[in-house]
């Protein structure tokens, strides 16, 4: 655990960067600091590996004042990515990412197959690992610099925007991918960034600062959409707060009618007389074909003579109520067929059961 403990940074110039922060970034999580630019964020970050020291207060790493730790022995046990990866231009990007074993004494074969395995890790290719930085794209860099960040296997990564100067999709991906290196290797993380969205999409808990370095919130997303603390976090967060916290909301409880999905077999004749206007109709495997409209049903034959219109889907336990609500939208009936991870129907959330469960996650706001 890291802990800041009544921190205060002032520059010589006398700017207070940051103010009297008091937070703790607990083992094995991803906490974010987000806010405005100059709300302190590098500051704080830096303050954790001494690249800057604090005025006042103390920051404790496992209990240990940090200021009592060498800064190289202490910047052994944590990693740093910072914007556009900061290579080194020289080094080919094995050596690169070996950077750290090399300085640790490590014997060069052992450096660099280490280097080779995170660069896999990462998601790059090794044809790569012989380049040098000039020679990847900026999102491929940045790869090399959390592989580089990885290679001493250190508890700790602090990370400074290291997303922000690549474009939107590649961003994504890396995303995704810091994501799913953290559920393998629950490092403790402390991730900067100025994007809110970035903040709620990566943090099990975001700490959300305001220019002067005072800390305005700390909490998990889904309860910073629900319940901001004031006005600055409020605007920070920005629109949609509704609609975005869904996305933390399990579709569990979502209600499924299974007496909806029929077989593009069946004969019109056995669906005439029911009381639903669509019915979602599946294949033999059970997999999703489209909706039917039952007044517009042929005369005869089967529902794979119906015209079938387009339909939306989501992975029953896997996406949120916000994929489900999301499916029923791009559904000309206005429900959501849930299918398992194999895309087999398991039935069909309808607008009563969406509009239950919305019920309940706005009953749930003001609790
Ligand atoms: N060496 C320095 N001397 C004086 N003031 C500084 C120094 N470094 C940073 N500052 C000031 O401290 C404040 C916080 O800076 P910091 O770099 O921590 O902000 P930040 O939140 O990381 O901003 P950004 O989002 O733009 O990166 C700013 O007002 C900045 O101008
Ligand atoms: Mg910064």
């Known amino acids: 655990m890291i802990k800041f403990d009544r921190v205060t940074k002032r520059y010589a110039d006398g700017t207070v960067a940051v103010d009297n922060l008091s937070l703790e970034v607990p083992t094995g999580e991803i906490t974010v600091f987000v806010g405005p630019s100059g709300c302190g964020k590098t500051t704080s970050l830096r303050m954790i590996n001494r690249m800057i020291d604090a005025t006042e207060g103390q920051i404790l790493l496992d209990g240990v004042d940090v200021t009592t730790i060498d800064p190289p022995t202490l910047r052994r046990g944590i990693g740093y990515v ?183 077999s069946a004969d019109v004749s056995t669906v005439r007389g029911t009381a639903e206007s669509w019915l979602a109709v599946v294949d033999g495997e059970n997999r999703p074909l489209g909706w039917a409209s039952v007044k517009d049903l042929p005369e005869t034959g089967t529902l794979a003579d119906a015209r079938l219109a387009p339909y939306g889907t989501f992975v029953r336990g896997r996406d949120s109520l916000r994929g489900a609500l999301d499916a029923a939208l791009l559904s000309p009936s206005g429900s959501a067929i849930a299918v398992d991870e194999t895309g087999r129907a398991e039935g069909v959330a309808t607008r009563e059961a969406l509009d239950e469960a919305l019920g309940k996650v706005a009953g749930g706001v003001g609790a």
Do not use: C
């Open 82 to 264: 910072i914007q556009q990866a900061g290579l080194f231009p020289h080094r080919k990007i094995v050596d690169n990412v070996a950077t750290v074993p090399y300085l640790l004494g490590w014997d060069k074969k052992k450096a660099r197959d280490r280097a080779m395995e995170l660069l896999e890790r990462v998601g790059l290719d090794l044809k790569m690992a012989d380049r040098y930085p000039f020679q990847l794209s900026g999102g491929q860099q940045q790869r090399v610099g959390v592989a580089r960040a990885l290679a001493a296997d250190p508890p700790v990564l602090l990370m400074d925007e290291p997303f922000s100067a690549v474009d939107p999709i590649v961003r994504t991906s890396l995303q995704e991918e810091l994501l799913r290196l953290q559920a393998e290797l629950n490092k403790t993380i402390v991730f900067v960034t100025h994007d809110i969205d970035e903040a709620i999409k990566l943090g099990d808990r975001v700490a959300v600062l305001r220019v002067g370095g005072r800390l305005a919130q700390l909490a998990d997303p889904p309860t910073l959409l629900a319940r901001p603390a004031d006005d600055f976090v409020r605007e920070f967060l920005g629109r949609d707060r509704g609609i975005r916290r869904l996305s933390f909301v399990s579709d569990e409880g979502l209600r499924l009618r299974a007496d909806l999905t029929v077989p593009a």
